[in-house]
């Protein structure tokens, strides 16, 4: 069946710090892996998003990197600020047109 | 130029009655997709609708249905309620069909209360 599992499900961190969220996807014909950011009362958001083709993709502070072999992709952050606290979800598209979810991560960064 | 909108913002029904939710894409947006967001729980795909049509839906039962309207403005029902479908109903829209790697953006949500 088609399946996003993402890791871990909260992850705190200090100021400064770099933060890794990893997901795993189960449809291998996936090929689009957006991550969206959800403050607390608000509507997801896109930060970056990386296509079946490139193996990574950097944007400032964020990056994602995608591993087709393993089915396996991660959002990494460095330099973390408290501004980054926030619930971050990974998701796949499938070969049906639907974007699956993963559970999210709420990440928290500690001044 | 305007975001994805939904109305209402909060709705409040008892068991076994019907909800309607609406939502409104970006202008010249075709594609609009609804998911689910339960409290704890991340978003749940439920239906996609592209140019009138319904293109896909996820593993929910044939009372949530819906539709979209000629001007790809689209209707999000949920009949005979149920507690467990007290939720935070998401409507997001995107310029091309899934499938050809384009970002969905979302709307605010509709928080629907169940008791």
């Known amino acids: 069946g088609e399946n996003v599992e993402q890791h871990p499900s909260t992850l705190s961190v200090q100021e400064g710090d770099s933060a890794v969220i990893k997901c795993t996807y189960s449809?291998?014909?996936?090929?689009?892996f957006p991550w969206y950011k959800q403050e607390l009362g608000k509507r997801p958001q896109l930060i970056i998003d990386?296509?079946?083709?490139?193996g990574e993709k950097k944007d400032q502070r964020i990056a994602v990197t995608l591993n087709k072999t393993a089915k396996h992709f991660s959002l990494h952050i460095t330099e973390t600020q408290p501004e980054d606290s926030a619930v971050y979800f990974c998701?796949?598209?499938?070969?049906?047109?639907?974007?699956?979810f993963g559970q999210g991560t709420e990440l928290s960064v500690k001044p | 130029e305007a975001g994805v909108t939904q109305s209402p913002t909060h709705l409040i029904k008892t068991r076994g009655q019907q909800a309607t939710l609406r939502c409104s894409p970006i202008?010249?947006?075709?594609?609009v997709y609804w998911y689910q967001q339960a409290l704890g729980l991340g978003l749940q795909f439920l239906l996609w609708?592209?140019?009138?049509?319904?293109?896909n839906r996820g593993n929910f039962p044939p009372r949530f249905s819906g539709r979209q309207f000629p001007n790809y403005s689209s209707e999000l029902n949920v009949n005979a309620l149920e507690l467990e479908d007290s939720a935070l109903y998401l409507c997001?829209?995107?310029?091309?069909?899934?499938?050809?790697?384009?970002?969905?953006?979302f709307g605010p949500g509709t928080r629907l209360t169940v008791l």
């Open positions: 202008s010249g947006h075709t594609s």
């Open positions: 997001a829209s995107s310029l091309v069909p899934s499938g050809y790697y384009n970002e969905q953006f």
């Open positions: 998701a796949a598209l499938n070969q049906g047109g639907k974007l699956i």
């Open positions: 449809d291998s014909a996936s090929n689009y």
């Open positions: 990386i296509r079946s083709n490139v």
């Open positions: 609708y592209d140019e009138g049509e319904e293109r």
